[in-house]
Nanobody, 122 residues
């Protein structure tokens, strides 16, 4: 049974930083991504990383967020800097054992974490 466990729940002030982690267990996974969902909004793409290490980011995250992976630990890390109030959302880790062709399509990922709340507020 595959499990994705996220950590890094936090309340941070605007301009601050936070790192989210996602640890996978149960099988080796190739593609990882983060999505987020704010109240009243649809779940949206944040960032993705392939097994090769190539990363992709939503436009509003470029230059602020960095996604990395540690294959030995089956863990991905989302470093979020220069956080804004509009970054407030529940963040979800997603993963798939195969190469995901269109990384921003949530429906292409087989496995999901339970979500972790990030609140950016003064």
């Amino acid at each position: 049974q595959v499990q994705l466990v996220e950590s890094g729940v936090g309340l941070v002030q605007p301009g601050g930083s936070l790192r989210l982690s996602c640890v996978a267990s149960g099988r080796t996974l190739s593609s990882y991504a983060w999505f987020r969902q704010a109240p009243g909004k649809e779940r949206g793409f944040v960032a993705a990383i392939r097994g090769s290490g190539v990363t992709y980011y939503a436009d509003s995250m470029k230059g602020r967020f960095t996604l990395s992976r540690d294959n030995a630990k089956n863990t991905v890390y989302l470093q979020m800097n220069s956080l804004k109030p509009e970054d407030t959302a529940v963040y979800y880790c997603a993963a798939d054992p195969n190469v995901v062709r269109i990384v921003s399509f949530a429906s292409l990922y087989d496995y999901w974490g339970q979500g972790t709340q990030v609140t950016v507020s003064s």
